[in-house]
């Protein structure tokens, strides 16, 4: 009954607005709304997370968000997902941790990036595909890694430390490290020099 309270607060303080224009409020309900999301038993929250309003967050969710983290408007997120120090998710991204997501330090996901670690196997035409089986699998996104906006990542996937993804691309397989990827499905276009 507790938890549920709790998170009864958090959602109402989601729902409150940011008022950019008078920092002080600014500054303390976007900590607040981290604050209260620590006091959860299956959310670890360090100090200095902001959350930005309209977050949505599934209540068993198992999350982790290291220093720093900046979660921007409207973003909704669910499952087991660990975030490192210092790395900004933009609005309206959805992370859907259902098969684990861990992104790592310094990271930037821009604005409307979809990621996806769960799919359904549609692959036997005699199994409808409302009945077909979930499939999990984890994704992973290293260091200083930038997803630029409307990025859509599969299940499975490793995103190597240093990579870059384009604007609009499908990434369905690993991108290693130092490099550029774009397009669909994502393809090596360049290196990070």
């Given at each position: ?102 992104i790592g330090r310094d990271t930037h996901i821009g604005r409307e990036n979809d990621i996806f670690s769960h799919y359904h ?73």
């Amino acid at each position: 009954m507790k938890n549920k309270f709790i998170y009864l607060i958090y959602v109402i303080l989601s729902n409150l607005p940011d008022f950019y224009m008078i920092r002080v409020w600014f500054r303390n309900i976007t900590k607040l709304r981290a604050k209260v999301l620590k006091l959860l038993p299956n959310m670890e929250i360090s100090n200095g997370v902001k959350i930005y309003r309209g977050v949505k967050i599934s209540r068993n969710s198992n999350l982790i968000l290291s220093k720093g983290v900046v979660i921007k408007e409207f973003c909704i997120l669910g499952g087991t997902i660990a975030v490192g120090e210092d790395t900004q998710i933009l609005s309206y991204t959805k992370i859907d941790g259902s098969g684990k997501v861990t992104i790592g330090r310094d990271t930037h996901i821009g604005r409307e990036n979809d990621i996806f670690s769960h799919y359904h196997n549609i692959s036997d035409k005699n199994i409808l595909v409302n009945k077909s089986k979930e499939c999990f699998q984890e994704i992973h996104i290293g260091n200083n890694v930038m997803l630029y906006s409307r990025v859509a990542v599969m299940g499975g996937v490793n995103i190597h430390d240093n990579s870059a993804i384009a604007y609009g691309s499908i990434v369905t397989k690993n991108c290693e490290q130092n490099f550029i990827y774009a397009g669909v499905p994502a393809k090596k276009i360049g290196e990070r020099i």
